[in-house]
């Protein structure tokens, strides 16, 4: 034996274009890498997923484990309490609906906290700032607003949406709002959310060890509590911040990192809740800040969005958005952000490592997320000014001092975002006749085979933004409308899919309906929260008729393409629990071949709820997804409209004279 060194070949570096699709993020991680900077995606390559977390295998719920199943092997053996696989899976499915609902609902019921100061007159630095929006939300859980003050109205309002949460008994204030053979099937299965709080609770007890050991009745109440996060806690955030904020009506933005300037001071804002990005507005328009930095030799003060915060901001305002969850470290390696301030959700604790290497101030400021090396500075709903007027002068002052290199990826792409259910009605209708009469009917006729939700997360998992793009193209292609909230809109947004002229990507039907109309095949509704106005949307579908009596009638269907959050999978289980064919890309957190696994892909739609389903390939997903559209068109007997663009015209004479 000789004792030579063994020689180990270095390995060569992953192609940073099998991560990502996007140009400005490409740019930018390659110039990571030449400043020897670490990204998640770096991370993600050279760590693989726990292969047994990755199938919910592992119970680790009590100190006699944790104990380990084998995926591959599911029922040959049971935890040292004995539970099963289907238990064990359950129970962690379980846990991530009630982790994913809190954050929903913790947002929503922090816009109600600020609702109430505002309507008692503690807070003065945010109004009630669209009054129809009040009556109409009022309206519709059953507050007389007729000659009553607005004042009158708001005080009521509030008390009844608190119950969103507090509630310990009854039935959530929405769920008037559900289609009533929908809300039937709920109260069958008992399933109806009373209070978020309460469902949270019941949850988290019933997944502790040793209670809930029946995986049926443990995802009965992942439903109940997914649907108080739906129904309940997002819902009351979207229409909180609409009366508050305004609701969004078309409006055109910006997207990609050539939205940061050169030449003045930039400020990305990153997150969830728009309180503090709304209060950030007035701050960066604050003319002596304005002047401040003008001093400091920029040419004004450059604010723009990221993520879902970023979204529901550029659906509400036009404020120009820099970039999805994936590309939130890879902007900082711009070296032109001078603060990054954040709230809350998907915030990579790896961003205090970029923003040290380029010197971007790195602000924290909710009491809820404080992350170890970044600075934090607290805001709050009474005095907003003074977080975000520090925020602004400390980016200044990081102006001044910028001693990187500055490298801008010149791309922007300009798009129409902010198509809330509001003006969905009054675009289909017109203002005297607001109504959803136009899209039932065009689903009827088959211009439009059916509609799609496309959200979500992007994840280094899968390549940025890819799955998105390919899955919404097969989609439209086939005249089906897409619906897009959160990171997934603004993949979309990056690649001119929000341009009236995307019609043209559209098969025949829907690009009739879109030229007919000047809108973008898919339409842009907001952040992760603003889901809960596709659940209105498709309230109203059913209302308005002829496309069946629940949501599960609907000829629709939902994904999440390359989701990773666990608010994905609430988001995921209420609109299954609503009745929605929901299909995830990825990976799914649980093992096949067992039986929890078909009750979440089968037996939740033979109960008359929505079905899972799981499809990494962006191809077959959209088959997926169509299939289940046109079985939902064939069980409304509307398929045969949708084959006569196929006719001849001999078939079409012997049809008409049929
Ligand atoms: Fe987060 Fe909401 Fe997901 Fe984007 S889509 S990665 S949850 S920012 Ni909401």
Redesign the pocket.
Same mark, same amino acid.
């Given at each position: 034996m000789t004792d030579k060194p063994i020689q180990k070949k270095a390995k060569p570096k992953p192609n940073i274009r099998d991560w990502t699709i996007c140009d400005a993020t490409t740019l930018m991680l390659e110039k990571a890498r030449r400043d020897g900077v670490e990204t998640a995606f770096d991370r993600a390559s050279t760590m693989k997923a726990c292969p047994i977390g990755a199938e919910s295998a592992c119970c680790k719920h009590c100190a006699m484990g944790p104990c380990r199943l084998n995926a591959k092997d599911p029922y040959g053996k049971v935890g040292v309490c004995g539970a099963t696989i289907d238990t064990i899976m359950s129970r962690n499915f379980a846990r991530m609906v009630a982790a994913g609902c809190a954050a929903h609902t913790d947002h929503g019921m922090g816009m109600l906290d600020l609702f109430r100061e505002v309507v008692n007159g503690h807070i003065t630095d945010y109004q009630i700032k669209d009054t129809a929006k009040l009556h109409s939300v009022a309206q519709s859980i059953g507050i007389e607003t007729e000659g009553r003050s607005d004042k009158d109205i708001a005080l009521d309002l509030y008390d009844e949406l608190e119950r969103t949460y507090t509630q310990v008994e009854g039935e959530i204030p929405f769920a008037k709002r559900v289609p009533p053979k929908t809300l039937e099937m709920w109260r069958k299965h008992n399933i109806v959310p009373r209070g978020a709080m309460r469902e949270i609770m019941d949850l988290m007890h019933r997944s502790h060890m040793g209670v809930d050991q029946d995986y049926e009745n443990i995802t009965k109440q992942s439903s109940r509590t997914a649907l108080a996060d739906g129904w309940g806690g997002s819902m009351v955030a979207t229409e909180i911040s609409d009366i508050l904020y305004g609701t969004p009506s078309p409006v055109t933005v910006e997207v990609n990192m050539g939205v940061l300037k050169e030449d003045m001071v930039n400020i990305i804002v990153h997150g969830?809740e728009p309180n503090m990005f709304e209060s950030m507005v007035m701050s960066v328009n604050e003319p002596s800040l304005v002047e401040e930095a003008k001093k400091a030799g920029a040419n004004g003060i450059n604010l723009a969005g990221m993520?879902?915060s970023g979204a529901e901001m550029m659906s509400r305002h036009g404020v120009p958005h820099a970039g999805?969850?994936m590309s939130t470290e890879a902007v900082i390696c711009t070296g032109a952000v001078d603060a990054m301030c954040v709230d809350v959700?998907?915030i990579k604790q790896g961003l205090v490592e970029v923003s040290n290497c380029y010197g971007t101030e790195l602000i924290t400021t909710n009491p809820r997320c404080r992350i170890e090396g970044a600075t934090h500075i607290e805001f709050s709903d009474h005095t907003p000014m003074e977080c975000t007027d520090e925020v602004v002068i400390k980016a200044i002052s990081r102006f001044k001092n910028r001693n990187k290199p500055i490298e801008i990826p010149q791309i922007r792409n300009t798009g129409i975002h902010g198509f809330s259910h509001e003006y969905i009605n009054y675009m289909l209708g017109g203002s005297f006749r607001g109504s959803y009469t136009p899209l039932n009917d065009n689903i009827i006729n088959g211009r439009i085979r059916g509609v799609a939700g496309v959200v979500?997360?992007?994840n280094p998992r899968v390549k940025q933004d890819y799955v998105h793009v390919e899955l919404v193209k097969e989609l439209i292609k086939n005249d089906v409308l897409v619906l897009q909230t959160?990171? =997934?809109q603004v993949a979309l947004a990056k690649y001119g899919f929000y341009t009236p002229e995307a019609a043209h990507l559209a098969g025949p039907g829907l690009q009739e309906v879109c030229e007919t109309v000047g809108m973008p095949p898919c339409l842009g509704i907001g =952040?992760?929260v603003d889901n809960s106005r596709i659940l209105i949307a498709a309230s109203e579908m059913v209302r308005v008729g002829g496309l069946g009596e629940s949501i599960a009638d609907l000829p629709a269907a939902g994904a999440a393409p390359e989701w990773?959050?666990e608010?994905?999978i609430s988001i995921g289980q209420y609109f299954v629990a609503s009745g929605v064919f929901t299909v995830f890309g990825v990976t799914f957190p649980i093992a096949k071949e067992t039986k929890f696994h078909k009750l979440l892909f089968e037996g939740l739609e033979q109960q008359g709820l929505g079905k899972w389903g799981f499809e990494s390939d962006p191809y077959e997903m959209a088959k997926l997804m169509i299939n289940h559209i046109d079985k939902k068109r064939k069980a409304l007997g509307i398929d045969k409209s949708r084959e006569r663009v196929l006719m001849t015209m001999a078939d079409r004479q012997k049809l008409d004279a049929a």
């Open positions: 969830h993520c879902c999805n969850f959700q998907c979500g997360c992007t959160g990171c =997934s =952040s992760c990773m959050s608010k994905a």
